[in-house]
T-cell receptor
Framework: NAGVMQNPRHLVRRRGQEARLRCSPM?????VYWYRQLPEEGLKFMVY????????ESGMPKERFSAEFPKEGPSILRIQQVVRGDSAAYFC???????????FGPGTRLTVL | QQQVKQSPQSLIVQKGGIPIINCAYE??????FPWYQQFPGKGPALLIA?????SEKKEGRFTISFNKSAKQFSLHIMDSQPGDSATYFC????????????FGSGTQLTVLP
């Protein structure tokens, strides 16, 4: 059973470009969570999605950030018009049920030049 | 009220020692307390988790102690090995439809051979 997959593993963008991060949950998991980790800090919750629905986006900045988890395909975290402060590691986690253990992917390390 | 405070920030022990990492929380609605281990360049991996109805849980060399009245919990690593060198994060969440995890700031553990 493959684990949570994220791609790309590393992403470099210039200020003002768009970043698109993908997350494929574990097989049988329909709950996806996105977290952001700044250097030397813990992970901060951003958004929680189920298939085709955003359940909780309380941790996501109101502007430039959006997330989706379509019926088919991976969950996508989109950052428009990136700024240097967006440089971080973005982790996706998935769970089978809402109350189950969250399993994390290897992360996408975004660098904004 | 959503914070989880973790200490120490870094810890160095000799092989065979028993490092102890402490966490304190404020939100009394939290009812699930996992510990995650993270190696450089990797995503967090669940080590062990506890719920407030027990005061201690052991899994292999890892033990969680939980003090509900003090709102504190700690991770003990018995007979630590150089391979345990990693960053450890405590986290907390509460029941409900969304189990967003609130993470501590992390402890960088180094086990010397």
């Amino acid at each position: 059973n493959a684990g949570v997959m994220q791609n790309p593993r590393h992403l470099v963008r210039r200020r003002g470009q768009e970043a698109r991060l993908r997350c494929s949950p574990m097989k049988g998991h329909s709950h996806v969570y996105w977290y952001r980790q700044l250097p030397e800090e813990g992970l901060k919750f951003m958004v929680y999605l189920q298939k085709e629905n955003i359940i909780d986006e309380s941790g996501m900045p109101k502007e430039r950030f959006s997330a989706e988890f379509p019926k088919e395909g991976p969950s996508i975290l989109r950052i428009q018009q990136v700024v240097r402060g967006d440089s971080a590691a973005y982790f996706c986690a998935s769970s089978r049920l809402a109350a189950d253990t969250q399993y994390f992917g290897p992360g996408t390390r975004l660098t904004v030049l | 009220q959503q914070q989880v405070k973790q200490s120490p920030q870094s810890l160095i022990v000799q092989k065979g020692g028993i490092p102890i990492i402490n966490c304190a929380y404020e939100n009394t609605a939290f009812d699930y307390f996992p510990w995650y281990q993270q190696f450089p360049g990797k995503g967090p991996a669940l080590l062990i988790a506890i719920r407030p109805d027990v005061s201690e849980k052991k899994e292999g060399r890892f033990t969680i102690s939980f003090n509900k009245s003090a709102k504190q919990f700690s991770l003990h690593i018995m007979d630590s090995q150089p391979g345990d060198s990693a960053t450890y994060f405590c986290a907390a969440s509460r029941s409900g439809s969304a189990r967003q995890l609130t993470f501590g700031s992390g402890t960088q553990l180094t086990v010397l051979p």
